[in-house]
């Protein structure tokens, strides 16, 4: 079993930054895929970013390219989203996810793909 526990959501202003924080606990290995889904009031789960292993290498929703940056710390089992010119339409339930299906060196932006998922931390963005 695997536990993911976000934190770092909040209000914050358009144009301002968070930083997200997603802490893994169980049977995590370091070869696990783990990424970002979000979910905004009456519209789907929608991908936000992932990050694989070897080599270090990531993928992001082309609505956060340039403005997000997923990251990982594999010696104490953290991944981070940090979110820098936030967007009102940025405004959602952000949910941390991990994968022990996807080959190692392989991310993917479904969400059936991602066997664990955190409860949630919720980002607002005031316009």
């Known amino acids: 079993q695997v536990q993911l526990v976000e934190s770092g959501g909040g209000l914050v202003q358009a144009g301002a930054s968070l930083r997200l924080s997603c802490a893994a606990s169980g049977r995590v290995f370091s070869m696990n895929t783990m990424g970002w889904f979000r979910q905004a009031p009456e519209k789907e789960r929608e991908f936000v970013a992932a990050i694989k292993w070897i080599p270090t290498r990531s993928d992001y929703a082309d609505s956060v390219k340039g403005r997000f940056t997923i990251s990982r710390d594999n010696a104490n089992n953290t991944v981070y989203l940090q979110m820098d010119s936030l967007k009102p339409e940025d405004t959602a339930v952000y949910y941390c996810?991990?994968?022990?299906?996807?080959?190692?060196?392989?991310?993917?932006?479904?969400?059936?793909?991602?066997?664990?998922w955190g409860r949630g931390t919720q980002v607002t963005v005031s316009s």
């Open positions: 996810v991990l994968s022990t299906r996807l080959p190692y060196d392989t991310t993917s932006r479904w969400p059936a793909d991602y066997d664990y």
